[in-house]
């Protein structure tokens, strides 16, 4: 039911992205949507296939405790020689010599024959391992969703911040074309100076350059997003969601860090593998056991299918291994250490999840402490700009102290600009970090 409706809601931003026309509208979520589903993201992809090789491998591991059955129909013509063999009959018979060679004859054999797996406690160890895999291989699955959703999230807040930038832009040229007529009002009413106008005419051309180099950036940070979701270059998007401060539930820093061991995939998958390669070892040390298995046979012998007798053979074997000149003793120790190397890396990671969380903390503390400030610094260069152009109005100023005010405004809104899309990726580095990327789009 989940794949259907993750397919029912991306074919849309498919279809439109085969047909071109109209920029595609796209959302956060849709955007994780699209490169988290199986045809997406060639991560994914790749994760997919991996399950599926540990879900073969594991039906492999199972096959040596199943019953094995074969079937076979076998015609040959033979000749043989007795006295090869050790049959030499001497006993005297008037008028006739016992042969040594005889034949050729023909002899048919068609069989049944079967194996099956008693006691083989390697073998049922090794089956148990195998599907510990699969329980792995799907964490890392779940982790490759995790860590595409938060390359998408990344990739569509610098996106989002590019399109902020153009319209910072935009805006920026809107108020330098005002402040240029004012200026020009001001020398036609014989209150204001060339040099006023030429002031005026750099700062647009400035604001202009700023706009090109804006949108530049624009294209490539659209590009970079598409080639994260897995599609096309070409396909021309349009972004629905803004930069805005979304405020972040306050968790401490134990808590974050017990849901973070908690739901993280990658620690899960971490430690599947740790029990996959202890259940590794242990098969390996299981192997020193005897195994039992049973295996028979039946079916038709003769020289033709009208004499043919039914055959049959069937027992009990078992195996009890003795010296293999040291192979399995160095496998043991090659297991062991594999399991003891898991052991350190699930650790390792454990640590380094203490680190990413607490890092993402902090930078989430001061991003949002950025965007205060930016807030109020925004208001007071609004309210300077404003007043700055009022004196210039009255003749109580030049158009210097307006050029200056305008060059704060600018600053002001591109640190705005900047503490959101900070901020933004303080929360996606928190959400990654505690396993919970994907619960940003919902």
Do not use: C
Not at 303 to 327: M, Q
Request: proline letters at 3%.
């Amino acid at each position: 039911m989940r794949l259907a409706w993750v397919v029912l809601a991306v074919a849309p931003v498919l279809t439109a992205a085969d047909e071109g026309g109209a920029p595609l509208q796209l959302s956060l979520k849709r955007a994780m949507e699209v490169a988290t589903a199986p045809e997406g993201n060639a991560r994914i992809q790749l994760s997919g296939e991996a399950l599926r090789q540990a879900q073969a491998r594991s039906a492999q591991a199972r096959a040596a405790l199943l019953p094995n059955l074969d079937a076979s129909l076998n015609e040959q013509s033979r000749t043989a020689n007795l006295a090869a063999m050790g049959v030499q009959i001497s006993v005297p018979i008037p008028g006739f010599h016992f042969p040594t060679f005889v034949g050729p004859f023909t002899t048919i054999d068609a069989r049944v024959s079967g194996a099956q797996s008693v006691f083989d406690f390697a073998s049922i160890r090794r089956f148990q391992a195998s599907k510990v895999a699969i329980s792995a291989a799907k964490q890392d699955s779940d982790s490759a969703a995790e860590q595409v959703g938060a390359q998408v999230a990344k990739a569509y807040m610098a996106a989002v911040r590019a399109d902020a930038d153009v319209e910072t832009a935009l805006a920026n040229i809107s108020l330098s074309e005002a402040v240029l007529k004012q200026a020009e009002d001001q020398k036609n009413a014989g209150t204001g100076t060339g040099i006023e106008i030429t002031r005026a005419r750099v700062q647009l051309a400035n604001d202009r350059q700023r706009l090109l180099v804006a949108q530049n950036a624009r294209r490539s940070a659209h590009l970079q997003l598409l080639r994260v979701m897995g599609m096309r270059l070409d396909t021309e998007v349009e972004l629905t969601d803004k930069l805005q401060f979304t405020p972040v539930d306050a968790v401490t820093l134990e808590e974050a860090k017990a849901r973070a061991v908690k739901e993280r995939p990658d620690y899960k998958a971490q430690q599947e593998r740790e029990s996959n390669a202890r259940l590794a070892a242990s098969a390996t040390k299981l192997e020193r056991l005897p195994s039992v298995a049973a295996f028979g046979d039946y079916g038709s012998l003769g020289t033709g299918f009208d004499n043919a007798l039914p055959t049959r053979t069937y027992g009990i074997s078992v195996r009890v291994p003795i010296f293999d000149g040291g192979r399995r003793d160095a496998r043991r120790v090659e297991s062991e250490s594999q399991y003891r190397a898991e052991k350190v890396r699930t650790n390792d990671l454990k640590e380094q999840i203490d680190l990413d969380v607490r890092l993402a903390l902090d930078a989430l503390k001061s991003a949002e402490d950025q965007v205060n400030v930016a807030r109020d610094g925004l208001e007071l260069a609004e309210n300077e700009l404003t007043q700055a152009r009022r004196r210039y109005d009255a003749g109580v100023a030049n158009s210097l102290e307006v050029t200056d005010a305008q060059t704060r405004l600018e600053r002001a809104r591109d640190n705005q600009t900047a503490a959101l899309f900070n901020y933004g990726m303080a929360r996606v580095d928190l959400a990654q970090a505690m396993g919970r990327v994907r619960s940003l789009a919902q």
